[in-house]
């Protein structure tokens, strides 16, 4: 942390272009803030730059003079690492800066980094986004936060940006990732599901369109069975969320869940259907993948010969 | 079957009078049909009776002269018993006759009724509904059906009393059944994954009423999740629709499942789940009451202190 005084509120810094992270660089930038972002992979570093941001190689290198860093990886480990590892953020941060967390961890993983954040000098908002890339593209994400007032008073022309929905949740970090693992506990599950009826409905012989069109009116409905059973239909597995994401996120359920001593069978009867899709090399394909899966498992043939 | 000649399209036998098939009955005397009804609980037939509608102790004195014959019971077996049992209904129904099968049951167990009914003189529509007992009182039923033309054409002012929307599904029996199953896979393993993510809420500490609020707002909502966690929020586990009917029905998808070579993990996980609900008591209370298992099984405290 450098003592270069109060940041200007106008300048942010995302470190993570992945489709979440890019889409909320650039709906900042078209609100108007002066926006550094870094990445590893060079086109999304070209897509900032060609929006008029700062293509950077080092998260301290995007974290100059920045007011708000939004820290938008994979999971707690790559937080830590790019707030606090090597190049890391938070040695440069202006002081006072406040870090816009939004990878999905547990409640203890947000705590930590809250606290090695304060320690550091600056505030932290435990601030997971859900919504998808392409509402991340339109700045209308959901943000499920929490963190002190300081911490939501300086994110807030920020959150205003990327966000069509800001769920204030509390005032210390830990809670917005509680709510954010309950969501994708129930995705999750629900995405498993998905796949699990229709590809029956299929060894049945139903027709699957009119499947679709009698659940999504019935009530074994699930807003991921109307989002994702029409890639199953279209037989294309081109990742709009990979099946890797639910490995890792009810992966974090499972760990939370045995620290608690919680039994979540529902969790860990689908957590070990993403397991499989992985296993069987889809896992960078569509989630909608798990089709795929039990397919094979049954002899049935699915849309597009899967 | 007796030789009576065309029967009056006008009159209805309704067998079973529980929540569904009474609301039914209602509807059909509501839109001018002349209804017998056969129960075994006294106040259901009352109900009947005050409506302007016969009593009857019997399937067989209820379709005496019935053009068509709903048999709204608990599974396939009570159907066949109802139809083809001792005072059952197919010996007296006029020829020609059609029974709309609504029971939850497998496609095979639709196929085979349907094979009887034929062989007995008369036609069969493998009719399972959707909905739940507020809906049945309004004939607002969402009925999933399949069966021959003639079958529908028999069929049809009755379902336009009794259904907001007819599916046909198909020109044989067990199409049916097989939506109504996929459906019910849906659903039963939707109530066990909100319930699992509920109590894990609670578990965390997170406000519930606030979990009701993002979620229904996010990825993670069903329709179920969003029906059925006021129950808890409520603490009111009063029987909307049992913990029993889903032992029953992910029964049914088990059974299905192990015949066709299916592998079920998330129904199976499902079913454990509701078996674990009915063993510690609450068969006969609201679905919802798995959200009191995992309460039970990880020391959560619920609202009305379950």
């Known amino acids: 942390m450098s003592d270069a005084g109060t940041p200007p509120a106008t300048a942010v810094a995302v470190i993570g272009l992945g489709s979440m992270g890019l889409g909320m660089a650039l ?10 972002g870094c990445d590893l992979a060079q086109p999304a570093l070209e897509r900032l730059a060609a929006a008029g941001g700062r293509a950077c190689t080092t998260p301290a290198e995007a974290a100059e003079g ?49 606290r090695r954040c304060e320690d550091a000098g600056l505030v932290y908002l435990d601030a997971p986004i859900s919504g998808g890339a392409a509402r991340a593209a339109q700045g209308e994400l959901t943000v499920m936060a929490s963190g002190s007032a300081a911490a939501f008073a300086r994110a807030a022309a920020v959150l205003d940006a990327v966000a069509v929905k800001v769920h204030r949740l509390g005032d ?11 969501n994708q506990l129930l995705a999750g599950v629900h995405i498993a599901a998905a796949c699990e009826a229709i590809t029956l409905a299929g060894k049945l012989g139903l027709d699957l369109a009119t499947v679709y069109e009698v659940i999504t009116g019935s009530a074994g409905n699930s807003w991921m069975f109307e989002n994702r059973v029409p890639h199953v239909l279209a037989g ?41 899709a992985a296993g ?27």
């Open 27 to 36: 709906s900042l930038r078209k609100a108007g803030f002066a926006v550094a």
């Open 66 to 114: 920045a007011g708000a860093i939004l820290t938008v990886v994979v999971n707690a480990a790559q937080t830590s690492d790019v707030l606090f590892g090597r190049d890391g953020a938070a040695a440069v941060a202006p002081a006072g800066a406040v870090v816009v967390s939004s990878a999905t961890m547990s409640p203890g993983d947000a705590e930590a980094l809250a």
């Open 172 to 182: 210390r970090a830990g809670v917005g990732a509680s709510m954010k693992m309950v």
């Open 236 to 276: 294309d597995y081109a990742p709009l969320s990979s099946v890797e994401i639910f490995v890792k996120d009810l992966g974090i359920v499972q760990d939370m869940a045995r620290t608690e001593r919680y039994p979540a069978p529902l969790a860990a009867a689908a957590l070990q259907m993403y397991l499989a």
């Open 280 to 306: 069987a090399g889809m896992g960078r394909d569509d989630d909608s993948s798990l089709a795929r899966v039990y397919a094979r498992l049954s002899g049935v043939t699915l849309p597009g010969g899967a």
